[in-house]
């Protein structure tokens, strides 16, 4: 459902709110090896991040990447898909097909419209915060 990318970029934004909730910035190859990405795609995705304000790199010594704490619980899952993937996946096709709307459905439009609304509503509802504190209480996990 979410490219590549994305999912390395959600699983990166989780992984830095946790470090950030201890007060630690994260370097990009500690990112990388956490989330199991290839340092250099992982350090576009980052780039990208920063680009839409949902993480924040520090340059120097003590650099790295972090979340202020105050606006973690402000981040949606939203935000962070669009900063990677943009919002397409909210209006592809289930099929794959290049024309594909009301007007000229594919056969599983309407099924697949359902899926994309419950996925929007999802991500626009769930914040960083309550992905981060899974971690942290160990009731979820970025990699087995």
Do not use: W
Not at 54 to 67: C, D, L, P, R
Not at 123 to 130: G, M, P, R, S, V
């Amino acid at each position: 459902m979410f490219s590549k990318a994305c999912e390395y970029g959600i699983k990166a934004t989780i992984f830095i709110a946790t470090k950030s909730y201890e007060g630690i910035r994260v370097s990009p190859k500690e990112i990388a090896q956490e989330i199991n990405s290839p340092q250099a795609f992982t350090a576009k995705i980052l780039q990208a991040l920063v680009k839409h304000n949902v993480v924040n790199s520090v340059k120097g010594a003590y650099g790295g990447f972090e979340i202020d704490v105050k606006d973690i619980s402000h981040i949606k899952l939203s935000q962070i898909v669009n900063a990677i993937d943009g919002d397409s996946i909210y209006k592809g096709c289930g099929l794959g097909l290049e024309k594909c709307d009301e007007n000229h459905p594919c056969p599983v439009h309407y099924k697949f419209k359902g899926v994309r609304d419950e996925l929007k509503y999802m991500l626009e509802n769930t914040n960083l915060e309550e992905l981060a504190k899974n971690i942290t209480s160990g009731t979820s996990f970025l990699k087995i």
